[in-house]
């Protein structure tokens, strides 16, 4: 009998759990269209969406169409359902991306910050996001949570960043950097984060590999829904696979690392944008440069494909920018590639802008949404 009412308990928050996410991805959805398409009945899905609207998570939006009966009511997110904040820290910027409890940029901003590790830098952190939020009409009410982006391995289990060469710091306890926010904070590394923000709301890829490309390199591993981190939080860090035995010196104290011939930096200390403009122009340095880095990079990309045979995402600052020019990655790619020509599996990410701040933001979201 209490295996049965455990059983029941569950199937209903599932079923809550499931037309809540149904609203929250269609702008307008009515109590017939639910349970259609979730095979629910439609007595239990109006229950549910009365509990919804009570609780201010869902509101009554006018009606529907009319496809030959009486127009159905149109449901809707709440507007005062909640809001999250995406905060990625870098060696030198912040990017502070906010969103809806339906995922979707409300506003995003980055700020240049050089990192300190000290409580100042925290506290000038929590001002900047104070006014952001402000600016943006969000108060303190209305927030779910800040999803905090490092460069770093961070420690789901020991609840800390176990080691950033980029930032200098190491076993940085969660609680050191959340005490400065009046919110609850989520920690996350900066390529999960994009990762993160490339799968959480996709519906064509799976399983796919992320490849940061930014001032540093990074990797992830998303698979149906989730992040793999490994078994020291570890899981992608392709940015300290060795490209190059004994070769050119990375940051991390190593030589060789796949960082030390991908970061952004090997292309331009300029903006991005002004470097595919000039390879555009036929320019001979950018040319050059672009040459050897898709080399490197194609090397990486294949590898990566080999071991895990899944898409690989370009992501980071070369990914949001390089545009067309991923036809050279992937016909350097398709060269290497032992058993087949195609590389469509290289594929260039949808995010252009702050993929880790709203990868950060998103995962709180999701949070929230596993317990609706």
């Avoid at 991805?25 to 009515?30: C, G, L, T």
């Avoid at 050059?288 to 990309?301: D, G, I, K, N, P």
């Avoid at 195609?342 to 949070?367: N, Q, T, W, Y």
Wanted: glycine residues 10%.
């Amino acid at each position: 009998m209490d295996q049965k009412k455990i059983t029941n308990i569950e199937v209903k928050k599932k079923n809550r759990n499931d037309v809540f996410r149904y609203i929250c991805k269609h702008s307008m959805a009515s109590n017939p269209d639910i349970s259609y398409a979730l095979k629910l009945s439609l007595p239990t899905v109006t229950q549910i969406t009365r509990e919804l609207i009570g609780e201010g998570l869902v509101e009554e939006k006018g009606a529907l169409e009319s496809t030959g009966g009486r127009r159905a009511k149109a449901l809707a997110v709440s507007d005062t359902a909640g809001k999250a904040a995406g905060l990625d820290i870098t060696k030198n910027h912040i990017s502070l991306m906010l969103t809806g409890v339906t995922g979707e940029i409300l506003k995003y901003e980055r700020i240049f910050l050089p990192y300190a590790a000290e409580g100042r830098y925290y506290e000038e952190v929590s001002q900047k996001l104070e006014y952001f939020l402000e600016e943006g009409g969000c108060g303190k009410k209305d927030m779910l949570g800040i999803g905090i982006s490092f460069p770093g391995i961070i420690d789901l289990d020991r609840e800390l960043i176990a080691d950033s060469h980029v930032l200098g710091v190491s076993n940085l306890p969660f609680s050191s950097v959340s005490c400065f926010f009046d919110y609850p904070c989520h920690f996350l590394n900066d390529a999960n984060a994009g990762a993160y923000a490339e799968g959480i709301q996709s519906e064509c890829m799976e399983r796919f590999f992320y490849l940061s490309l930014s001032g540093t390199v990074g990797g992830a591993v998303y698979s149906s829904g989730r992040l793999e981190q490994g078994s020291h939080f570890r899981c992608g860090e392709a940015g300290h696979m060795t490209i190059v035995p004994d070769g050119e010196a990375c940051y991390c104290g190593k030589n060789g690392c796949l960082d030390a011939y991908c970061s952004a930096k090997r292309l331009t200390d300029g903006k991005l944008e002004d470097f595919f403009e000039r390879l555009g122009q036929g320019e001979r340095e950018a040319a050059s440069r672009w040459e050897q880095y898709t080399s490197y990079l194609a090397v990486a990309v294949n590898n990566i494909h080999m071991i895990l045979d899944c898409d690989v995402v370009l992501g980071g600052y070369v990914g949001s920018c390089m545009g067309e020019y991923i036809r050279d990655v992937r016909s350097k790619v398709s060269q290497r590639n032992t058993f087949a020509k195609d590389s469509s599996f290289v594929r260039p990410c949808s995010h252009k802008m702050g993929a880790a701040a709203l990868g950060a933001s998103r995962k709180v979201i999701e949070l929230f949404l596993e317990q609706v």
